[in-house]
């Protein structure tokens, strides 16, 4: 159930808050939707009081990776944000220019506050096997769209990411570095090899030469090509230059990111994230990663304290993105994002992403979120429900939403499937994806949604009506591109063709 | 490995060519006993591993790697009614029918119909 409370003192709990240097049992007063005050003082005349003791209390946590919109991400993102204790997350490399139109379009209405950590390449990340080999798509995109976008759009972007991977040299990672010094963003860039690759030239050394004062570096503890630690387990000399020229180390758990042997090696030897992040994803979120909270249990489990670890999900995960106005701390007249949450002890298992399982004697469980004041009781589960996470296109049957869609939604679909008529695209293999094809689809899209007059979320929510169960959001010429020419035709025509529901 | 183009070294193609094969005659199965009770099983067809499941309506065969990150289907789950083979690492999940990726579009594994008799099992490729 949740619930807006206007005036509310969280009671007897033990409050975690680094940036106020508090670590003791404290009240947390709370009005408005803003912290108040944090320590004793007379309850205000009609609050209502939390009992909280025997939990602890810090700022609300904040997640600066997860993927909730495009191939990867959910149907419903907040079951992985407010269900489960984190009041803001960041999109690492969702949405890229030519599509953080649709992100934010479709994204403004979450609880959980997001933002884009914008991808260098325009349509954002591809998921799955997909590599976007074509270096053309980068230079296809003016500079001033990424600063006209930013100027508009200023605190919507967190950082700009890109891939430190593959056999493209690093070029790219110089573009975007370039970029990021255009837009006064910090670079964000991933490490290790993705999955089946193996270039000739790792990138990883690179991004950690590249990288300046507050830039981050994700994956810090991956178990792929281009580690942090050489093939005797040592840290490597690239590594702590950067660390000590101020670049920024963030976990990046995920699915294919964080190996138990790597982070004791180089833990042992002081390699800390300073930032601790889930990298959550429909591929992901069953197993290894869970949430956030499991991955803040697993680096508990490797050593760090409790302050460590929640320091690293809120005062500094806000100084990373440069949020410390809104987020990380208790401070007064901070918003009221909070997360109360408790620390079992008991006996669990906690996997990496390769075979890897330790047995770890506590567990951090979040049970209560506040997001601007207003109360979301956790449910773990949800997040993990299958409808939350699997992206299945409805093949046999139209799905009900379509039903309500509106005359003109119907006639921007009509219109739609004549123009995807006069251009013809073949379904992608498991690598290969046709990138241009792809937007040239979604300039059509544009085009047609233009002519009719159509506001883009409701041109969106037109075609994902036609195709999807679920409310899954998709950069609109990826989930084009990856139907079968014939069939996405045929059912836009038959949606189209439909009567709608009576009002 | 990536090709000169950029895009990455196709490792599928024994996929795409099975697709336009006919229909295959049976064959029988090996390392598959009458009396065997715990499934998904291994099996082998023609000196191919593949793993058994069995479902509301029968036994179906599935190619015994995940074309993913190449994890064994052995541990791999029916859903969606038993219509579908999901394979726990990454939740890649295959119809039993064609074979297609459901949730992971161009990825595909190969499905064999299967079948007992007199307690002797048997096999062919389904897609």
């Known amino acids: 159930m949740n619930s807006a409370i206007d005036s509310f003192v969280l009671k007897g709990g033990h409050v975690l808050d680094a940036e106020q240097g508090i670590d003791k049992v404290a009240d947390v007063h709370v009005a408005g939707g803003k912290i108040q005050h944090v320590g004793s003082r007379e309850v205000a005349p009609g609050a209502t009081i939390i009992d909280v003791s025997g939990r602890y ?5 904040v997640d600066i990776h997860v993927h909730a919109y495009g191939t990867l991400g959910f149907a419903n993102p907040d079951l992985v944000g407010v269900y489960q204790g984190v009041t803001s997350f960041v999109d690492a490399g969702g949405p890229g220019i030519g599509v953080l139109d649709q992100f934010m379009e479709l994204l403004g209405h979450l609880e959980t506050s997001l933002y884009a950590g914008a991808f260098i390449r325009p349509m ?5 096997n997909f590599i976007e080999g074509n270096v053309r798509t980068l230079g296809e995109v003016p500079i001033t769209r990424w600063i006209d976008f930013a100027k508009q759009n200023r605190d919507m972007l967190r950082y700009i990411k890109c891939n430190a991977m593959g056999d493209y040299g690093p070029g790219t990672l110089k573009l975007t570095k370039g970029l990021a010094e255009i837009l006064d963003l910090p670079l964000y860039m991933h490490i290790g090899e993705f999955q089946m690759q193996n270039p000739e030239h790792l990138l990883a050394p690179e991004a950690f030469r590249i990288a300046e004062a507050g830039d981050m570096i994700t994956h810090l503890y991956h178990g792929n090509l281009g580690q942090v630690i050489d ?4 840290v490597l000399q690239v590594v702590r230059d950067a660390e000590r020229r101020g670049v920024l180390f963030d976990l990046g758990f995920g699915g294919y990111n ?4 790597v982070a004791e090696k180089a833990f042992a030897q002081g390699l800390i994230p300073h930032t601790i992040s889930s990298d959550l994803q429909q591929f992901n979120v069953v197993r290894p990663v869970k949430s956030l909270a499991n991955v803040m249990s697993a680096m508990l489990h490797l050593g760090l304290t ?9 005062g500094k995960a806000a100084k990373a993105i440069r949020m410390t106005d809104r987020a990380g701390s208790l401070k007064p007249g901070q918003p009221a994002d909070i997360t109360v949450f408790r620390v079992n002890s008991g006996e669990y298992e906690i996997s990496d992403c390769y075979t890897q399982t330790r047995k770890a004697e506590k567990e951090i469980e979040p049970l209560i979120t506040f997001k601007n004041g207003k109360r979301f009781d956790v449910n773990m589960s949800m997040g993990q429900d299958e409808s939350n996470w699997f992206l299945q296109i409805a093949e046999e049957h139209v799905p009900d939403r379509a039903a309500r869609l509106s005359e003109r939604q119907r006639g921007f679909l009509s219109a739609l499937a004549g123009r995807l008529s006069s251009t013809s695209w073949e379904t992608s293999s498991a690598e290969r994806l046709d990138i241009e094809k792809a937007l040239e689809l979604q300039e059509m899209f544009h085009e047609e949604r233009s002519s009719h007059d159509l506001p883009l979320k409701d041109a969106l929510n037109a075609v994902y009506a036609s195709f999807l169960d679920q409310s899954f959001t998709m950069q609109i010429g990826l989930l084009l591109v990856r139907l079968e020419q014939p069939f996405a035709i045929g059912r836009l025509r038959e949606v189209s063709s439909k009567r709608p529901l009576a009002a | 490995m990536l090709n000169t183009d950029g895009s990455l070294a196709q490792n599928g193609q024994n996929v795409a060519e099975a697709s336009q094969m006919t229909e295959q005659p049976w064959q029988p199965l090996s390392g598959l006993r009458a ?6 099983a291994r099996a082998s067809l023609e000196g191919e591993g593949i793993v058994i499941f069995k479902t509301k309506t029968g036994y179906r065969g599935v190619q015994r790697q995940c074309p993913h990150m190449q994890a064994t289907m052995l541990n791999a789950e029916l859903t969606a009614n038993d219509t579908m083979v999901r394979c726990p690492l990454h939740v890649f999940t295959f119809k039993l029918s064609d074979g297609k990726g459901v949730n992971c579009p161009g990825f595909k594994v190969k499905v064999y119909e299967v079948k007992e008799e007199e307690g002797k099992f048997f096999g062919r490729l389904a897609n």
């Open chain 1, 306 to 314: 409790l302050p460590q670890v929640v320091e690293r999900v809120t």
């Open chain 1, 57 to 61: 209390v810090s700022a609300g946590w």
């Open chain 2, 35 to 40: 009396d065997n009770t715990k499934y998904p």
């Open chain 1, 231 to 234: 093939d005797d387990g040592k």
């Open chain 1, 124 to 128: 954002g990340l591809l998921g799955l």
């Open chain 1, 258 to 261: 964080f190996s138990w042997t």
